[in-house]
């Protein structure tokens, strides 16, 4: 029988009550439900000791529109997943962390997959609005040189490595996570790198051609001898010549390939 704990007139029961995102009870109940069973007795005694530890200060009207607490919070959690990885990370490693109660912890976000994934959403907007962002106006080879630089130094960055290693460990069991990460990273980029090339043919600066494949490969080839050697712990930092190196020869050979050349 689940343990039955009364607060403000309603009776909820510790396992598997519904949690509504308002409450500071619901809160502490999350915590019990979420942290593995227990004894009648000792359910009672965890909820009533997270209801003591919750703070009313950390429970905004509208937790949606609290977006330093949520910073907070997910700044903390990414530090735990870096030190010690998804699977070993707690929900209670991360509040500390944070600097939050568990119960405030659990008003935002219901598990540490639902963190993790506000994570790698966060980051990947990151690379999106900095790195994939292109002036149509200049001059078509500095604006790649430039983004397959920025694009090597995000990638092989030590926090673009451990969420990529994290989310092909849990892509098997949970393909959502999966799907998610290459639909809001590789994927956008790319995307995002198509529209421009295709912008520049229209322009007359490149010739016509299959802008998707030509943006596909573009990225790809500014990473070669670069990216899976950081990713399989071959080695631990990107050597800068090398980077020039295969940036230059990526993008000199896509110019030399499609550039329209006056007659």
Known sequence: MPTQVKFGGLTYDVASAPVPASSASSAALAVDARDGAA????????AALEM?????????ADPRVDRAKRRQILEGANRVFLK?????AS?????????????TLYVYFKSKEELFGA????????????????????????VLTRLGHAFVDFL???????????????????????????RTGPAMGAARLRD???AQVAAG???????????????????????????????????????????????????????????
Request: charged share 25%; proline share 5%; with cysteine.
């Open 39 to 46: 004894t009648e007795g000792e359910g009672c005694e965890r």
């Open 52 to 60: 003591e530890l919750l703070d009313a200060k950390d429970l905004p």
């Open 84 to 88: 010690q990885g998804f699977d070993a």
């Open 91 to 103: 929900m209670g490693a991360i509040a500390q962390q944070a600097g939050v109660s568990k119960g």
């Open 119 to 142: 994570i790698v959403d966060d980051k990947r907007r990151q690379q999106a609005q900095h790195i994939f962002t292109f002036n149509p106006t200049e001059d078509i080879e500095r």
């Open 156 to 182: 092989c960055s030590r926090e673009c490595i451990s969420s990529l290693r994290t989310v092909i460990a849990i892509a098997n069991r949970m393909p959502e996570m999966g799907e998610q990460f290459y």
């Open 196 to 198: 421009y090339l295709e």
């Open 205 to 263: 600066v490149l010739e016509p051609h299959d802008c998707e494949v030509a943006a596909a490969q573009l990225i790809e080839s500014s990473a070669s001898l670069i990216f899976k050697p950081l990713l399989f712990n071959v080695n631990t930092a990107p050597d800068p010549a090398l980077v020039d190196r295969v940036v230059g020869m990526a993008v000199s050979t896509y110019l030399r390939a499609w550039r329209r050349h006056s007659a």
